[in-house]
């Protein structure tokens, strides 16, 4: 039996006395018989089994993510809000008890076998009680966790865009009133920032562990769910993704510094971060799906240790730095040192990554991530790459490549970074490039691709990298 968990489950106070691994997903199905939650795929891609789950932020609201539930370990509803699609009926809304995100779906033919539509209306009752941006844009992109495959996306479309322009309020901090008021959701979500804070402040949380033996330290749990899920239901577990240590974004002695307990989401939203990597929204919508990204953190996602691990290649190339801590003992590791050989890592037993540096951007550098996958989006790269530069006067002082896909681990490319410092950002130099990488790489025939498919796809994603940060001097043409 795993220690006493306790949370808001749509309007009740849950003790939650099971396994800290068990999914919640299981938990709201079997133990609560909340079946509108669907069991999907069982890893993270259908979005069958969305759930929201709101959680204090500093200034005393509550911020809404969507999660799917099927990789969500129980342990980590401790202290938040977690709402099922039975959580958001108004009663007494209406003659046919539709909300307007359900009737938006149900009026524009949205909806066919039913299955997966509790999913959509989870994902975009997301979108209403959080989004930034009220826009039909930003609407279709709350559901790209979702998938429909009987009633085609279309309609499913129509039904986001009208949502996103029946809401009022832009100022996030004014919507769950306004939403409440309206009919959109259940007033009781008015009095949830206030049941948690007491939620929080008289049940003090003593840890996550179940079972017997060694406890491992997980992040999302967004690969070990998918992996292993009946062994993680009686693992003995450190659940890290709210660990307040662990969490943040922010600029410290000219350096970048990321807690790695960091979501990929709030990576994407850091003002910090767009500020310095004016592309970061499109890279991070190359990482996986909207519930994902909000659930996968950025230590896991290095200790992962996948040779194709988006982050990882995203920070190999800013030559980050990490810190690991083994109770008191801390010590620094580069990045790039981490990995001694496939899913083999210069990490002792006991330690954990605390945080995650780099140096902060100048106005020479120039960054960009590409990827390559079966689907444009939420999958895995058949080869994925980023390129640093620092450039001064249109000549290039130095640089760092970094590829996934093309060795046993995240591989930064050691001769051809060194051999770009003095050369022109230029065509040539991209013609260079991509050739020095070619020798530098050892990629494997795989699901993912054949081997010569994959160093066809390296050398085109450097091309893709100075066409992409220098379109006046190195155009496609000149490449071709």
């Given at each position: 039996?795993?220690?006493?968990?306790?949370?808001?489950l749509n309007d009740d106070e849950v003790v939650a006395r099971k396994p800290a691994g068990r999914t919640v997903l299981d938990f709201?199905?079997?133990?609560?018989?909340?079946?509108?939650?669907?069991?999907?795929?069982?890893?993270?891609?259908?979005?069958?089994?969305?759930?929201?789950?709101?959680?204090?932020?500093?200034?005393?609201?509550?911020?809404?993510?969507?999660?799917?539930?099927?990789?969500?370990?129980?342990?980590?509803?401790?202290?938040?809000?977690?709402?099922?699609?039975?959580?958001?009926?108004?009663?007494?809304?209406?003659?046919?008890?539709?909300?307007?995100?359900?009737?938006?779906?149900?009026?524009?033919?949205?909806?066919?076998?039913?299955?997966?539509?509790?999913?959509?209306?989870?994902?975009?009752?997301?979108?209403?009680?959080?989004?930034?941006?009220?826009?039909?844009?930003?609407?279709?992109?709350?559901?790209?966790?979702?998938?429909?495959?009987?009633?085609?996306?279309?309609?499913?479309?129509?039904?986001?865009?009208?949502?996103?322009?029946?809401?009022?309020?832009?100022?996030?901090?004014?919507?769950?009133?306004?939403?409440?008021?309206?009919?959109?959701?259940?007033?009781?979500?008015?009095?949830?920032?206030?049941?948690l804070a007491e939620l929080g402040a008289s049940v003090p949380y003593e840890g996550t562990a179940s079972g017997t033996g060694r406890?491992?330290?997980?992040?999302?749990?967004?690969?070990?769910?998918?992996?292993?899920?009946?062994?993680?239901?009686?693992?003995?577990?450190?659940?890290?993704?709210?660990?307040?240590?662990?969490?943040?974004?922010?600029?410290?002695?000219?350096?970048?510094?990321?807690?790695?307990?960091?979501?990929?989401?709030?990576?994407?939203?850091?003002?910090?971060?767009?500020?310095?990597?004016?592309?970061?929204?499109?890279?991070?919508?190359?990482?996986?799906?909207?519930?994902?990204?909000?659930?996968?953190?950025?230590?896991?996602?290095?200790?992962?240790?996948?040779?194709?691990?988006?982050?990882?290649?995203?920070?190999?190339?800013?030559?980050?730095?990490?810190?690991?801590?083994?109770?008191?003992?801390?010590?620094?590791?580069?990045?790039?040192?981490?990995?001694?050989?496939?899913?083999?890592?210069?990490?002792?037993?006991?330690?954990?990554?605390?945080?995650?540096?780099?140096?902060?951007?100048?106005?020479?550098?120039?960054?960009?991530?590409?990827?390559?996958?079966?689907?444009?989006?939420?999958?895995?790269?058949?080869?994925?790459?980023?390129?640093?530069?620092?450039?001064?006067?249109?000549?290039?002082?130095?640089?760092?490549?970094?590829?996934?896909?093309?060795?046993?681990?995240?591989?930064?490319?050691?001769?051809?970074?060194?051999?770009?410092?003095?050369?022109?950002?230029?065509?040539?130099?991209?013609?260079?490039?991509?050739?020095?990488?070619?020798?530098?790489?050892?990629?494997?025939?795989?699901?993912?691709?054949?081997?010569?498919?994959?160093?066809?796809?390296?050398?085109?994603?450097?091309?893709?990298?100075?066409?992409?940060?220098?379109?006046?001097?190195?155009?496609?043409?000149?490449?071709?």
């Amino acid at each position: 039996m795993g220690s006493e968990i306790r949370f808001i489950l749509n309007d009740d106070e849950v003790v939650a006395r099971k396994p800290a691994g068990r999914t919640v997903l299981d938990f709201v199905r079997r133990d609560r018989r909340l079946v509108g939650t669907k069991v999907g795929c069982r890893e993270g891609d259908c979005g069958a089994c969305t759930v929201l789950v709101g959680r204090r932020a500093e200034e005393g609201r509550v911020r809404y993510r969507s999660m799917t539930s099927c990789l969500m370990p129980l342990g980590n509803a401790h202290g938040a809000h977690v709402v099922t699609v039975e959580g958001l009926n108004v009663d007494g809304l209406s003659p046919d008890g539709l909300n307007p995100v359900q009737r938006a779906m149900a009026e524009e033919g949205a909806t066919q076998c039913g299955f997966c539509t509790v999913g959509f209306v989870v994902s975009l009752a997301g979108f209403c009680l959080a989004a930034e941006e009220i826009t039909a844009e930003e609407a279709v992109a709350a559901i790209d966790g979702n998938i429909c495959r009987c009633t085609g996306y279309k309609s499913i479309e129509r039904a986001a865009a009208r949502v996103s322009a029946a809401l009022a309020p832009a100022d996030v901090e004014e919507r769950v009133g306004w939403l409440a008021s309206n009919g959109w959701i259940p007033a009781s979500f008015v009095s949830i920032p206030g049941r948690l804070a007491e939620l929080g402040a008289s049940v003090p949380y003593e840890g996550t562990a179940s079972g017997t033996g060694r406890r491992g330290s997980v992040g999302g749990g967004t690969d070990l769910w998918v992996q292993r899920p009946e062994e993680m239901e009686g693992a003995p577990v450190d659940l890290l993704l709210d660990d307040p240590r662990l969490r943040g974004i922010r600029e410290e002695g000219g350096r970048i510094v990321l807690g790695a307990s960091t979501t990929v989401q709030e990576m994407r939203e850091s003002p910090l971060l767009l500020r310095l990597f004016p592309r970061l929204k499109r890279h991070l919508k190359l990482v996986s799906s909207t519930p994902i990204r909000n659930m996968a953190t950025l230590g896991g996602n290095l200790v992962n240790a996948s040779p194709i691990g988006d982050l990882t290649i995203f920070l190999l190339a800013l030559e980050a730095e990490l810190l690991l801590a083994d109770g008191e003992t801390r010590r620094r590791l580069p990045l790039a040192d981490l990995y001694r050989g496939y899913k083999e890592l210069d990490l002792a037993t006991d330690e954990r990554v605390v945080s995650i540096s780099f140096a902060a951007p100048g106005g020479g550098t120039r960054f960009n991530f590409e990827k390559v996958s079966k689907r444009t989006h939420l999958d895995i790269a058949s080869v994925n790459s980023a390129l640093r530069l620092e450039v001064e006067d249109g000549v290039i002082r130095e640089g760092t490549l970094a590829a996934g896909g093309v060795a046993p681990v995240p591989f930064r490319l050691p001769a051809t970074s060194a051999g770009l410092a003095g050369r022109p950002a230029a065509a040539e130099t991209a013609r260079w490039a991509a050739a020095s990488a070619l020798e530098e790489i050892a990629p494997i025939s795989d699901v993912r691709g054949s081997a010569e498919y994959k160093r066809l796809l390296l050398r085109q994603l450097v091309y893709a990298h100075f066409v992409e940060l220098f379109p006046e001097t190195v155009p496609v043409e000149a490449l071709l």
